[in-house]
């Protein structure tokens, strides 16, 4: 079993910065493929994105890229998503995924753990 915890969401004024960091335990997920969604209210939980295993392969939403990086420290079993120009639009509940696999995943039944999510908030 692999447990994740999302940390470093809060609330933020448009066009600031925050990181978001997805630590792992149970077990090690340096073989596994890890990604980045969120669900904002009242919408369905969308992609934001994901990394390989080795962190060679990279995927983002078109409303993220240029804006948001995910990267991942193997060594701290942890994925970082690092979200710059921050948006009110992308205020959202932002959960981290994990899979058994060591490619990437862009939808939700690609993964197998869940995180709880971290509310981030993005005021006009």
């Known amino acids: 079993q692999v447990q994740l915890v999302e940390s470093g969401g809060g609330l933020v004024q448009a066009g600031g910065s925050l990181r978001l960091s997805c630590a792992a335990s149970?077990?090690?997920?340096?073989?596994?493929?890890m990604g980045w969604f969120r669900q904002a209210p009242g919408k369905e939980r969308e992609f934001v994105a994901t990394?390989?295993?080795?962190?060679?392969?990279?995927y983002y939403a078109d409303s993220v890229k240029g804006r948001f990086t995910i990267s991942r420290d193997n060594a701290k079993n942890t994925v970082y998503l690092q979200m710059n120009s921050l948006k009110p639009e992308d205020t959202a509940v932002y959960y981290c995924?994990?899979?058994?696999?060591?490619?990437?995943?862009?939808?939700?039944?690609?993964?197998?753990?869940w995180g709880q999510g971290s509310q981030v908030t993005v005021s006009s």
């Open positions: 149970g077990r090690t997920v340096i073989t596994y493929g």
């Open positions: 995924a994990a899979r058994r696999s060591v490619g990437p995943g862009t939808v939700e039944n690609a993964y197998d753990y």
């Open positions: 990394i390989t295993w080795s962190g060679d392969t990279i």
